[in-house]
């Protein structure tokens, strides 16, 4: 029988909030409900754009008590786990084409006492990871090429999704699949079809509209889209 999965969680991504108001939008989203939340770091290396560090992580800790996902989009994880983990990240989450051996970066996240994800780009297929994944909390999934908020949801990522979780399953792995990328009302049904259980959401939180609004229809959609099995 499959292990019991977690329950659906939804993480407002950062990077598509007021940075001049940042506190302000995370107290919005906390209050709506947000169960954790996604902070996207690039180094303009591993992809074509530089978002934030460590003290703009530090500024989030302060602000909340949910769980900090950190989403690192750089070349070199290795010199950055300490730095995140101790800015307050609950979840680091390196990718599987960064600098690197995953095994060997998993067991440092967890000597560190943090959660430990492995990212996939869209091109990226799963068995490069298949030697680490019962050592995973999450197995993220990317929907959209990594670097920027607001692209359309790539559906070609959906049966990748629905092997991982199979995968996972297989293993006994009560691992979160997460998925970042163009996640809406439409997308997310399809995401949690395949097995997703932790959705990250930027423009579809923060771009438009009223925020509690939006993530209620986007749990709501959720919530619908896990009973129906994509793929
Ligand atoms: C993209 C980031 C995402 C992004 C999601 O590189 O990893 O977390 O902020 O934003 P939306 O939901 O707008 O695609
Ligand atoms: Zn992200």
Do not use: W
């Not at 908020?149 to 399953?169: C, M, T």
């Amino acid at each position: 029988m499959a292990p019991p999965r977690r329950a659906l969680r939804l993480a407002p991504s950062l990077l598509s909030a007021d940075f001049g108001a940042l506190a302000q939008a995370v107290h919005e989203a906390e209050g709506a409900g947000a169960d954790a939340f996604h902070l996207d770091v690039m180094d303009g290396h591993f992809v074509p754009n530089l978002s934030f560090g460590p003290a703009l992580v530090q500024a989030v800790r302060a602000a909340t008590a949910r769980p900090l996902d950190i989403h690192l989009m750089v070349q070199h994880p290795q010199k950055y786990l300490k730095i995140f983990r101790e800015a307050g990240g609950d979840t680091l989450v390196v990718h599987a084409e960064a600098e690197g051996e995953p095994r060997t970066l998993l067991r440092e996240i967890r000597d560190l006492g943090a959660e430990a994800g492995v990212a996939l780009r869209p091109d990226t297929p799963l068995d490069r990871i298949d030697g680490v994944l019962g050592e995973l909390d999450q197995l993220l999934i990317m929907s959209v090429f990594p670097g920027f908020s607001g692209q359309g949801f790539r559906p070609e990522v959906l049966p990748k999704a629905r092997r991982g979780r199979r995968r996972l399953d297989e293993l006994g792995s009560r691992a979160d699949l997460s998925m970042d990328g163009g996640l809406t009302p439409e997308t997310i049904r399809d995401a949690a079809g395949a097995g997703a259980t932790f959705f990250v959401c930027g423009n579809s939180v923060f771009a438009g509209g009223d925020v509690a609004d939006n993530l209620a229809r986007l749990r709501r959609a959720a919530a619908e889209g896990a009973l129906h099995e994509v793929f």
